[in-house]
C-alpha cells in the first residue's frame, strides 16, 4: 500500500491539536482539568478514547512521514495542507460541540468566557482556510521521481 | 514473587548457555532485555505502603516490565534450546485452542483491563503477591499479543490488534481518571490524585512504546524490510537446529 501525504498530514495534524489541547490547556494552564467535576461520565469516556485514538494516530502519522521521505514521494504543501485543515476541524469540533452543545467541559471558568470562545474558534477557521488553501494549489504539484 | 522472578532470570541464562554450546548465537540485546524486565520487577516492593507506591508498581510491574520481558523473545529461546521432543510439545500446546483463545488480544486485553479495574474499584489492589503476580502475568500476555516477536499461530493482524490496543489505552486513561475523582476504599483524596496522574501520564509513556513498536510492523521501512520476514513465526524456527531435524 502507498502511504498517503493526506493520511500522514491529517492523522498528525489531529494527533498535535490534541496534544496542544492538552499540554496548554489542562497541564501548563489549568484551565480547564483532565477531569472536570462536572463533566458527565460519558464525557470521561469520550475523552479517553479521543486521546487513545489521537495518541496513535499521531505516531502512525509519524511512520507514514518517514516512509513518504525515504520513497521521495513527500509532497509539502499537501501534507501541510491536510494537517492545518484537519488540526482546525478539530479544534471547531471541540469549540462548537464539545464546548457549547454537549457543555463537556469550557475553555476557563470564573470569567466571562466569549472572547475565549471567539479567539478559539476563530484560530480553528483559520487554520482550517490556511489548511484547504495549500490542498487546492498543492493539486497542481508533481510528485518527484523517487532517486 | 522474587523467587519465581530469579528462577526465570537462572532458566533464560540456562537456555542461552546451553544454545551456546551447540554454536549458536542469541542476540545479547534479548538477554539483556530480559534481565533489564527481571531487574525491574524486583524492585517493585511487595507491600507498598501507599497508594502512590502502589502506582509506581502498578506501572513498572503492568507496562514496563512485561514490555521488556516481551523483547527477550523467551518463547523462541525456549523453542531453539529445548530438545526436540519437548520443543515440538510446545509448540503443539502453543497451538492448542486455550492457549490460542487465552493469547488472542481481545482476550488478553479484557483481561488485563478489566483486572485493572477490578483492583482499583473494589481496593482489591493492596492484596500482596497475588495481585503483583497478577499485573505481571497479564502485562505480559496482553503486551505479547498486542505487539510480541515470538511465534503465536493465529495472532490477528496488525488491524485487530490496534483497535484493541487503542482500546485498552482508552479504557486505561478513563479508569485514571476515574481514579482521580474516585478514590478507591480507604485511600485519602490527595493521594488518590497523585496516584491517579501518575497513572495517567506515566501510562501514556509506556503505551507511546508499545504504540512504536505495533507502528514499526504495520509500517516496515524499506531499509529494513530485507532483515524482516514476511511474519515472525517461521523466522523464529529458521536456522534452528530444533526445526531442522524435525522438518528433516
Known sequence: MRPSNTVSGALLGLGVAAFADETVFHQLLHWHHFYDKSTPAVGLVSDGVFHAVSFFAAVASLFLLASLRRTGSWQPRRWWGALLT????????????????????????????????????IIAVALIVAGVVLLARSRTDRVAEPA | MIALLIAAALVYAGAVFRLRRRGVDWPPGR???????????????????????HMIGHL????GAPLLLVLARPVTLALRALPVRAARRLARALRSRPVVVLTHPVTAG?????????????????????????????????TAAAVGRDPA?????PAVRSAVLI??????????????????????????EQAAQLMYYGGDLLHLAVIVLLCRELFPSPTRAWRLPPSPAPAACHNSPVTAKSSA
Open chain 2, 60 to 63: 513498572v510491574l503492568g507496562m
Open chain 2, 31 to 53: 538477554a539483556l532485555a530480559w534481565y533489564l524486565g527481571i531487574a525491574a520487577a524486583v524492585a517493585v516492593p511487595g507491600h507498598a505502603h501507599t497508594f502512590r507506591d
Open chain 2, 110 to 142: 479484557v483481561l488485563d483491563a478489566g483486572g485493572l479495574v477490578v483492583l482499583y474499584t473494589t481496593g482489591l489492589h493492596s492484596g500482596g503477591f497475588l495481585v503483583g503476580l497478577h499485573l505481571l502475568l497479564t502485562g505480559y500476555l496482553f
Open chain 2, 167 to 192: 482500546a485498552f489505552i482508552a479504557v486505561h486513561g478513563i479508569l485514571a481518571k476515574h481514579l482521580y475523582g474516585h478514590p478507591p476504599p480507604g485511600v485519602p483524596a490527595a493521594e488518590a
Open chain 1, 86 to 121: 484537519a488540526a482546525g476541524v478539530f479544534q471547531l469540533y471541540d469549540g462548537t460541540v464539545q464546548h457549547k452543545l454537549l457543555r463537556l467541559h469550557q475553555i476557563r471558568y470564573d470569567v466571562d468566557v466569549t472572547p475565549y470562545d471567539w479567539t478559539w474558534n
Open chain 2, 153 to 157: 499461530p493465529h495472532r490477528p493482524g
